[in-house]
T-cell receptor, first 115, second 110 residues
């Protein structure tokens, strides 16, 4: 089946540790996104990428890093510099054509808890 | 930077009443999308609007994109209990950034 796969679904981390969230898509989409969702709040953009080996900071990039070495993969690292990392993280992909972002296809999300 | 504001934050209605949520961007958008998220789930795409003044309908849902491409609305006629969830707008720019509004949480009382 085509889609977005995020792993792990749940993750616990001690303060001071880095953690990497995986996001893989087999939809052949050019664009990929990482959003953070806190309880009762909207989705805030962390990083996005329209092409391999290129990515842009979103609105809350501090304390996070990404890479886009392959079209189908866009892993997110939550570093120890992120002051409040406990959240629900959503990865998405879309087509991107003529300056218009297409429908976002979301993964099931990764829930990170820092102990 | 670009901001997308959405109101109201919460809306409680009786089943059968109408519901509207509004979205305003600080900058002109290339497109706007609407999503619905059920509790515990991920956002699911509803529709995309691209043209100035565009209006689209999906059964009881009506979506509008403003003439200046800076605002949008979603209207649900005669709500049903299956409409419960959080509705998000997301404004797109020509360089690929998609910014979500804060969402409107809809509850429907039978």
């Amino acid at each position: 089946d085509g889609g977005i796969t995020q792993s792990p679904k749940y993750l616990f981390r001690k303060e001071g540790q880095n953690v990497t969230l995986s996001c893989e898509q087999n939809l052949n989409h050019d664009a990929m996104y990482w959003y953070r969702q806190d309880p009762g709040q909207g989705l805030r953009l962390i990083y996005y990428s329209q092409i391999v080996n290129d990515f842009q900071k979103g609105d809350i990039a501090e304390g996070y890093s990404v890479s886009r070495e392959k079209k189908e993969s866009f892993p997110l690292t939550v570093t120890s510099a992120q002051k409040n990392p406990t959240a629900f993280y959503l990865c998405a992909s879309s087509i991107w054509l003529a300056g218009v972002t297409g429908e976002l296809f979301f993964g099931e999300g990764s829930r990170l808890t820092v102990l | 930077g670009q901001q997308v504001m959405q109101i109201p934050q919460y809306q409680h209605v009786q089943e059968g009443e109408d519901f509207t949520t509004y979205c305003n961007s600080s900058t002109t958008l290339s497109n706007i999308q609407w999503y619905k998220q059920r509790p515990g789930g991920h956002p699911v795409f509803l529709i995309q609007l691209v043209k100035s003044g565009e209006v689209k309908k999906q059964k009881r849902l009506t979506f509008q994109f403003g003439e200046a491409k800076k605002n949008s609305s979603l209207h649900i006629t005669a709500t049903q209990t299956t409409d419960v969830g959080t509705y998000f707008c997301a404004g797109g720019t020509s360089y690929g950034k998609l910014t979500f509004g804060q969402g409107t949480i809809l509850t429907v009382h039978p």
